[in-house]
């Protein structure tokens, strides 16, 4: 794996990870009160694997989510 760094006030090149961010954010983690490290590392993995990945329709994905997505195309 290699970093892929774009040219100061590109801001299109990261466009699809920073809405992922966004998503992460509003959707789950400004709801807790997070005042250790292990809070927001256990927060996080539950949103990505209990809920983004098995629950939450994407629109791009023709609205699957993204695991039935990956079963659909493999």
Excluded: C
């Excluded at 927060?43 to 989510?65: C, D, M, P």
């Amino acid at each position: 794996m290699t970093h892929s760094f774009s040219r100061r006030g590109y801001t299109y090149h990261n466009a699809s990870l920073e809405s992922w961010h966004g998503h992460l954010k509003r959707e789950w983690v400004y709801q807790f009160n997070i005042r250790t490290l292990k809070k927001p590392i256990r927060v996080i993995f539950w949103y990505i694997e209990a809920f983004y990945n098995s629950k939450r329709i994407h629109q791009s994905l023709g609205y699957l989510t993204p695991n039935q997505f990956e079963k659909v195309s493999a």
